[in-house]
């Protein structure tokens, strides 16, 4: 049975995980733009998992995302393959990260009206007894 008070509590787990997820959003877009030095892969975008339990909203896991490094053509940059030209980019499409962040936030916006909800059901059921 869930009482109002297990639902400010699930709606403050979702908040806490969709601001972790808001995080790691972030770096991947402060990291877009790294390349590959010294032998070393760039930067890899990183997804958060989120699943369900009897306390709401946890992350089960951070992934790396396995899809291809960008290769962009630039002869002139330092961290360019002599051979080929190219200098290898980060997997982060700054565009996708963005749709990603406004879908967090919109989900930590609706965990702060259902926890404000239950909230003020809480101060009006303290009320009715009062004259």
Known sequence: ???????????????????????????NIANAN?????????????????????DGVEVSKIQEDQSDFRQVY?????????TTGEVTYSNVDPLKEMVDML?????YE??????????GMIRSALNIGKV
């Open 1 to 27: 049975m869930m009482n109002l008070n297990t639902a400010m509590k699930i709606s403050a787990s979702g908040m806490s995980a969709e601001r972790f997820r808001m995080d790691v959003i972030a770096s």
């Open 34 to 54: 790294s390349t590959k030095t010294n032998g070393q892969d760039p930067y890899r975008r990183r997804v958060v998992e989120l699943t369900t339990s009897e």
């Open 74 to 82: 630039e002869p002139g940059n330092p961290n360019a393959d002599p």
């Open 103 to 107: 879908s967090a936030s919109r989900a």
């Open 110 to 119: 609706a965990n702060i009206q259902a926890f404000n909800n239950a909230k």
